[in-house]
């Protein structure tokens, strides 16, 4: 039986370059914390390939899916949320959460209530006067922008 809150995420990404020149990749798609199958963008033009723990898994990744808002393409018409799609934006998430983790050794790096979706804002650590990440830091920047403060990615 689902959970009534599926949290799906994707682990051990690795790229490649494949028949078109585009990238490919094979991850790691899990539920909750849990493997629930291996997906392969062999980078030829196809579907990705799903090697499944199990049926169930694949139904409860299409149920999910039908359950999300339509995304949008560029030109603004409405697209249905297939599972390569949604693995896809996974694997976007991932890209930007290890590439704000990156940053986060030598900057602070934080979301302010006002900014727009998946920006986020940085300060070199060196100019606030530290080497990493404190309370001193934590005090300023509360000062600095007061309740408006969303996310300080630093304390993830």
Known sequence: MEKSETRYTVKG???????????????????????VAMVIN????????????SKSEEAILSKH???????KYYDGTPMTV????????LIDI???NKKIQRKCKSHLCFRLKSDEP??????K?????????????KILLAKTYGDN???????L
């Open 42 to 53: 062999d980078d030829s033009g196809g579907d990705f390939c799903w090697e499944w723990k």
């Open 13 to 35: 990404l690795k790229t490649f370059v494949g028949m078109e020149g585009m990238g490919g990749f094979n991850v790691t798609l899990c539920r909750n914390e849990k493997p």
């Open 118 to 123: 998946g920006a986020y804002r940085t300060v």
């Open 65 to 71: 899916c039908k359950s999300l808002p339509p995304g």
């Open 82 to 89: 297939t599972p390569d799609i949604y693995v896809c934006e």
């Open 149 to 155: 403060v969303e996310l300080i990615y630093n304390e």
């Open 94 to 96: 991932y890209e930007q």
């Open 125 to 137: 650590l060196k100019t606030l006067g530290v080497e990493k990440y404190c309370e001193k830091v």
